[in-house]
């Protein structure tokens, strides 16, 4: 089914940032895509960064990592996993992108004569980037969501592009949905729909009216409720769409299309939705709850958010329901385990050591990783837990006292993590990683192989070190395998311990391909080898 022409969706917030506007928008791009539309989504991030690759995961959350090298906001990551979809870098547009293409064509004269100004040059930038996605891929949706919330200086220049694109656009070209907190008031009880009222009628102040309102809830609204909403905000009752606290956020497609979303997209857009359900109930009903329980421990040092590592929780949570099995996630400081030791990981059935830069807490993770080794814990290390369980086996196996990564210790006696060479030319610190899908080799009588039943695969990277092939065959000597390849050899992509009942690490990221109902194989076969 395809349209004549792209639709698109603005999706909003008000109220307060967190409420869940990238898994709505993933959402309802998911039932149009099960209605069998061409359908794509777009993260727009109002900062002036140019993209998340420099920002704090404990301040932002993880950095999602395109295959094609793009460093982006972590709902990119949800969109993806919803659409069973590979996304591109240009699905996640910032204020900085914007800005800097306007100053670059200022600076090369395409604007002579002129003053460069918000309205038009900036919103005509954003209105291009957009329509340019829309048309290369051949779209008849696309979902675009708007960080921040209604009200923010910084999103004002976005909002006047959504609002000049509905008007340019054909009349029913064009959706609005804005997403909005109703609280409760405790200890009465009572929903209160102030904040919604006031949200949408500083989103009405700039020229947009909003066709649909997504509330989020602690519980479900009433008709009352809703019939409020609606009176106060002049969207219909039946666009009015409840979106209350949930524990399977793989539900939530289901949630909106028993609310009427649809219906008010039909509405709206002169479209009829026919849709086919497929495989997506069943999948989205494997992470109920289930009778065995298995508890992990990440072992990281941004810990404090759990948002830092979210495609991480979800790819083990894929696994988990993949075999039929609940899994919990206590997230440890790996600086805690310097200072106390890493005897408390021994009631856990599996350790994973994730991702991460820098010093702090680097003691902890290696501490971590030995302790996983020497106890037979079911282990599992991603990119900086690749180089620090590599680390871990040459001191306390390989007897090298004090190996380390030049990241941490420049001038450590054996530096088994080392530099990429390309990298030693790099000044800058933006977009300057390796990043984005590589092949890589699997040798066929390694672990690995079994894993992924395959010789070739193709993974997404984010790293400046790596396994230092001098060491390579010293390492391998003591009883470390290395097992995976990318770049003709050069460089070292999965360890394994074969001693062991399950413990690998892979420098290349394997969050970043796990998708509800089809796990990535590494995160399978780790959750599988705690049954």
């Not at 200022?106 to 340019?132: A, F, M």
């Not at 010093?359 to 290696?366: N, P």
């Not at 050069?490 to 311990?497: N, S």
Request: charged share 25%; proline share 4%; with cysteine.
């Amino acid at each position: 089914m395809h349209l004549t022409r792209t639709k698109y969706i603005f999706v909003t917030g008000g109220v307060m940032s967190g409420l869940g506007k990238g898994a709505t928008v993933a959402s309802i791009a998911k039932l149009l895509l099960l209605a069998g539309y061409n359908v794509s989504c777009m993260k727009i991030d109002p900062y002036l960064n140019v993209d998340a690759g420099t920002m704090n995961p404990l301040v932002h959350g993880e950095v999602f990592v395109t295959d094609d090298g793009g460093e982006c906001d972590m709902d990119i990551g949800t969109y993806e996993r919803f659409l069973d979809k590979d996304l591109k870098k240009e699905n996640n547009i910032t204020t900085g992108q914007i800005y800097q293409r306007v100053i670059a064509d200022e600076r090369s004269g395409k604007y002579l004569g002129s003053c460069v100004q918000i309205i038009p040059n900036i919103t005509d930038e954003i209105k291009k980037r957009l329509r340019l996605t829309a048309r290369e891929e051949g779209l008849d949706f696309l979902v675009v969501e708007c960080g921040g919330t209604v009200g923010d200086i910084e999103s004002l220049p976005f909002l006047e592009a959504f609002r000049q694109m509905a008007f340019e656009e054909a009349d029913d070209d064009a959706f609005f949905v804005h997403v909005t907190l109703a609280p409760i008031l405790q200890p009465v009880g009572e929903i209160k729909t102030k904040p919604t009222q006031h949200s949408v009628q500083e989103l009405r102040r700039i020229g947009i009216q909003p066709d649909a309102i997504v509330v989020r809830a602690e519980k479900k609204l009433t008709t009352e409720t809703k019939k409020k909403i609606a009176l106060f905000t002049s969207v219909p009752e039946f666009a009015v769409i409840s979106n209350p606290d949930m524990h399977n956020i793989y539900r939530l497609p289901e949630m909106l299309f028993e609310e009427g979303i649809l219906q008010a997209i039909e509405k709206k857009m002169n479209v009829k939705m026919h849709l086919d359900w497929g495989e997506w109930k069943g999948i989205a009903s494997s992470f109920e709850e289930h009778e065995r329980k298995l508890r992990v421990a990440m072992v990281g040092k941004y810990t404090a958010l759990a948002d830092s590592y979210v495609s991480v929780n979800h790819s083990l949570l894929h696994a988990a329901a993949k075999v039929g099995v609940d899994l919990s996630i206590t997230w440890i400081e790996s600086e805690e385990i310097e200072k106390e030791g890493p005897e408390r990981l021994i009631e856990f059935d599996g350790i994973v050591l994730p991702q991460g830069f820098g010093m702090r807490g680097t003691e902890g993770k290696i501490i971590a990783a030995n302790f996983a080794r020497e106890r037979n814990i079911p282990f599992l290390g991603l990119c900086f837990g690749f180089q620090l369980a590599t680390v871990a086996f040459a001191r306390y196996a390989c007897g090298m006292q004090g190996a380390n990564s030049t990241e941490i210790d420049p001038n450590t006696k054996y530096p088994v993590i080392d530099l990429l060479p390309e990298q030693r030319r790099v000044k800058e610190v933006g977009a300057t990683m390796r990043l984005g899908g590589h092949d890589i080799t699997i040798k066929e009588d390694s672990f690995a192989y079994k894993i992924y039943g395959k010789r070739t695969i193709r993974r997404r990277h984010r790293h400046r070190y790596e396994v230092n092939p001098d060491y390579r065959e010293k390492i391998e000597s003591c009883g470390l395998v290395f097992s995976a390849f990318s770049d003709g050899g050069k460089r070292a992509e999965i360890l394994e311990y074969t001693k062991n009942k399950f413990y690998m690490a892979t420098q290349f990221h394997p969050e970043y391909s796990s998708r509800p109902g089809r796990p990535e194989e590494m995160f399978l076969a780790f959750v599988s080898s705690m049954l």
